[in-house]
């Protein structure tokens, strides 16, 4: 009875369709859809999230097992380069370098670390009787019999009980460690072996334990293939380590919401297994699960990861059974109620008046939520004039946004601010919105940071054009928060240098930067001596005090473009780059540099008032060098570190054993060399030039060293240091006025000459040269048309006009120039006829060979046909047989210079015998 009532409410009494009542149905009917659709799209919603979450999980177990690996090979690497740098190591000095890095704290589940060597079959015997007299006195390499090549372990820390038993164990006789010792030494490369029982363990521990090996090759032989390799090996540094213990100690690294499983190959093979934990259950195919593949040193281990039920737990959504729910009744219930509206139509203007009542308390509560926001909305036009806006009445805008109603950008901000915010509308009205643009106003007298967000008002073009609603947000707090972030991660909080993470940065950049400019720089390792003794005796704050001091002296000695790190402990990293492009030059300058920090240390530290001495030691090495990495660069600086604690500390040492070498004399030589010129070690000397009969026509003037201790030092070996030094400069101006005091005496006494003096580029460029030429020829007397300045073919490859302005100005004085060992170097056409020359030098390398070789001869005769019709005098150098001086005057060179003629004599009794 009631069905048949229900469905007349569908019908007009003539029986036609109400159609208004049918939208009740077809909106239930529609909203339940959509019900449908929402039920679906949260379940593969949930499915995503869920896959997400446990791949997320995943890479974070494997990056771990990834890490913890690197670190253990980084260990062993630090061993091997212990080893490499030392010539013999005993079990004192293998004890005294492992403790202190407590490695089975810093990587628990290592059972030690020892050193494997290799022993032929003839050489067994002798092997024994070394180690029985290092301190092994029952030592013998096991298990016995003859082979014809043993591998016995000889070193292992920590020295316990257990591991001792295993020293002189020939290792080569476990199959799997021969295999990852072989594929070690083959590749140069960290081998990992299978899972295997440790002789240690043998009887107490059923886990696996894994090996890793390291090869040690002879430094001095090259290791460039595999039988290379093979002939260059020394040993092996290995590090034994229960896999259990290793990965359970990682932390976290599985908990109540993963499994974990670790096979040495394919999962599909039990016998593979290394770890396994509690939770974990072989051969389950869960909903969610992933089996990644990792690289171990040379094996390929399979990571099996398992999702467990408090995992999944964590996605089932119950408000999704909820939500459905209640969108089931809502779906009906709006359908019912839309067909209640259609047959109460008396209802209507109520229920209108019900809904304008609730809009306008919405209105309210909008009103009321503006006014407890604190950020600045307001509305602009195309030109950017302010025409509502609307802050909260407590914010420190409130005022200020008041008074810009009416006003333009350009009127109320400044010229920065402005430019912003247009750029802002303009992106706005280009693309509807814009957002992120951050700039700084000042409030009430303090520097706040503002977010702007602007978005183009729609609908209103044609009646009130183009409009744009504004929201201003202070971010100071954030920026803040962002900017204490940057410095947590890049930066040390007790001395605020940068910390290792910022070093290596900045030395990846260097280390880019030097090898495409081909500019060296140098990388200081330094290490405070005695520190720990202050850090035991005063405490630990005394003990950063100390740090903190000793960051402030370091930055006060570097330049700004150099990077002083601090990477913890008292260990300080010092960058420096773009010293030289000559790595002889760039080792002396880092040298002072490190002497110049060294020094500044050694001055007493306040602390706490009263005053403590401390010193440190300094490695360094430098870069770039082929094939070397960021990390290799840090090893060398920390290995020749150690060596200079090694040799007694508050020292200096380099990586390279040759480069100390050579840096050293070079400063000693330097030294040397600014004492000398100083005390009148220098003297001037004359070789004279002659014409194709033998008459002198002038005389090239050389600078000779005669060294109290050292007695005559060449200048080929001096010359370079002086450039490098500067001293090259005075030393320069010291022979031109050398020369011009000669040219006045040998004018005077009526036997004037030419006199060619040899100018060094660094000399030539430096400001004011023409200045200090003219300054000497005027206090001299010296005619200037007969001073010839020799420059090389290098001074011209380099700023050619600068070079031509500057000979111009030297050649108005009536200074001549002349190009030294022509032919060398930079050598055109085009720049002869530019360049003011005088004469042109013919290299004693193409004088030496002639008239016997062919290609020398026609070289010689080239350069004086040139010479000649360009109109320049030619000097042959090195004239020192008379076939050479025979043939060079049948060609009609002008001037002939070498030992043929004479050697090179004191300026002084040259000039005595022109007069006499």
């Known amino acids: 009875m009631f069905a048949p009532h229900f469905f007349r409410r569908f019908r007009t009494q003539q029986g036609h369709w109400r159609l208004p009542t049918l939208a009740g149905p077809a909106i239930s009917l529609v909203l339940l859809s959509l019900t449908v659709l929402y039920w679906q799209d949260q379940g593969r919603q949930i499915q995503t999230r869920r896959e997400a979450a446990f791949n997320r999980a995943a890479e974070r177990i494997v990056d771990s097992l990834q890490d913890r690996l690197l670190a253990h090979e980084m260990v062993l690497r630090g061993l091997k380069g212990y080893y490499e740098g030392s010539d013999s190591i005993d079990r004192a000095e293998l004890h005294a370098y492992v403790t202190p890095l407590q490695l089975q704290q810093v990587l628990p589940g290592l059972q030690a670390v020892a050193f494997i060597v290799r022993a032929a079959a003839g050489e067994i015997a002798e092997h024994e009787a070394r180690m029985r007299g290092l301190g092994f006195a029952n030592y013998a390499v096991r298990p016995p019999g003859r082979r014809e090549q043993y591998r016995p372990l000889v070193l292992i820390e920590p020295q316990s009980e257990e591991n001792l038993r295993v020293v002189g164990v020939d290792t080569a006789t476990v199959p799997e460690a021969l295999d990852a010792q072989n594929r070690a030494r083959d590749t140069g490369l960290p081998a990992l072996t299978t899972g295997l029982v440790l002789r240690q363990d043998v009887g107490a521990k059923a886990n696996p334990s894994v090996v890793m090996y390291l090869p040690i090759y002879h430094s001095e032989m090259p290791i460039g293939s595999v039988a290379e390799r093979r002939r260059a090996l020394r040993g092996w540094v290995s590090g ?26 394919p999962a599909d093979q039990p016998a593979s297994l290394l770890y396994q934990s509690s939770t974990f259950v072989p051969n389950k195919v869960p909903a969610v699960a992933t089996s990644r593949t990792i690289e171990a040193a040379g094996r390929d281990w399979t990571v099996v990861v398992q999702p467990l039920s408090a995992f999944e737990q964590g996605f089932a959504d119950q408000d999704r059974y909820l939500i459905a729910l209640l969108a089931i009744a809502l779906s009906l219930g709006v359908g019912w109620f839309t067909w209640y509206l259609s047959i109460r139509r008396d209802n209507a203007l109520a229920l209108a008046q019900h809904m304008t009542q609730a809009l306008w308390g919405a209105r309210d509560d909008l009103q009321a939520t503006l006014d407890a926001t604190p950020d600045w909305m307001f509305e602009l036009d195309a030109e950017g004039r302010v025409l509502h806006c609307h802050n909260a009445p407590e914010s420190a805008l409130h005022v200020q946004a008041e008074q810009l109603v009416g006003r333009t950008l350009q009127e109320s901000a400044s010229s920065k601010t402005a430019y912003g915010c247009q750029a802002a509308l303009d992106a706005a009205a280009a693309r509807g919105y814009s957002f992120g643009h951050e700039f700084q106003l000042v409030v009430d007298g303090e520097s706040r940071w503002f977010e702007l967000s602007v978005a183009k008002k729609k609908g209103t073009e044609e009646a009130q054009g183009v409009r744009f609603i504004a929201l201003l947000r202070d971010v100071s707090e954030r920026k803040q928060a962002a900017q204490r972030t940057h410095r947590l991660a890049y930066f040390d909080p007790l001395t605020e240098l940068p910390n290792r993470r910022m070093l290596l940065d900045r030395l990846a950049q260097a280390l880019g930067a030097a090898s495409h400019a081909g500019r060296f720089g140098a990388l200081m390792f330094m290490d405070l001596d005695n520190f720990k003794q202050i850090n035991d005796a005063q405490g630990h704050s005394a003990g950063d005090l100390l740090l903190v001091q000793v960051a402030q002296r370091l930055m006060l000695a570097m330049r700004s473009t150099d990077t002083v790190a601090h990477i913890g402990g008292d260990e300080f990293v010092v960058l420096v780059s773009d010293l030289s492009d000559e790595v002889g030059e760039a080792g002396m300058l880092a040298l002072r ?84 010129f100083a005390d009148a070690q220098f003297s001037a000397f004359v070789q004279p030039q002659v014409d194709c009969g033998g008459v002198v026509v002038g005389g090239e003037l050389l600078m000779r060293w005669q060294h109290p201790q050292r007695g005559a030092v060449s200048p080929t070996e001096f010359i370079p240091v002086a450039e490098a030094s500067g001293l090259i400069v005075r030393m320069g101006d010291w022979m031109i006025e050398q020369a011009c005091s000669a040219l006045a005496r040998l004018e005077a006494g009526g036997a004037l000459v030419p006199l060619s003096v040899n100018v060094s580029q660094r000399q030539f460029r430096q400001e004011g040269f023409v200045t200090r030429v003219q300054t000497m020829l005027g206090q001299s007397g010296a005619r200037a048309d007969h001073l010839i300045l020799e420059v090389t073919e290098s001074l011209l490859a380099e700023q050619m006009e600068e070079t031509i302005a500057r000979m111009c100005e030297l050649v108005a004085l009536g200074v001549r120039f002349s190009i030294d060992d022509f032919g060398t170097g930079y050598s055109s056409l085009a720049y002869l006829k530019r360049m003011p020359l005088f004469e042109l030098k013919i290299d004693k390398s193409f004088v030496q060979d002639t ?46 210079q070498g030992y043929f003629f004479g050697r090179p004599e004191p300026l002084a009794g040259w000039v005595e015998r022109r007069l006499a």
């Open 240 to 265: 034994p380590f229960h896999v259990r213990e290793y990965v359970e100690a990682i932390g976290r690294l599985t908990d109540d919401e993963m499994a974990l499983a670790i096979y040495d190959g």
């Open 593 to 676: 540099l490190a002497e110049g920090l060294r020094e500044a240390l050694e001055e007493p530290f306040n602390l706490g008032g009263r005053a403590f001495a401390s010193t440190a030691s300094i490695g360094l090495t430098l870069f770039p060098k082929q094939g070397e990495g960021v990390e290799d660069l840090l090893r060398e600086a920390d290995t020749a570190m150690y060596r200079a604690k090694d040799l007694g500390r508050n020292r200096i040492c380099f990586f390279e054993s040759a480069m100390q070498t050579d840096v050293q004399r070079r400063l000693t030589l330097e030294q040397d060399l600014k004492v000398g």
């Open 851 to 896: 008239p016997a070789d062919p290609s020398d001869t026609a070289i010689v005769q080239t350069i004086l046909a040139v010479a000649r019709n360009l109109g320049l005098r030619v000097v042959a150098e090195g004239v020192e047989i008379k076939a050479q001086a025979d043939f060079l005057t049948a060609c009609q060179c002008d001037v002939l």
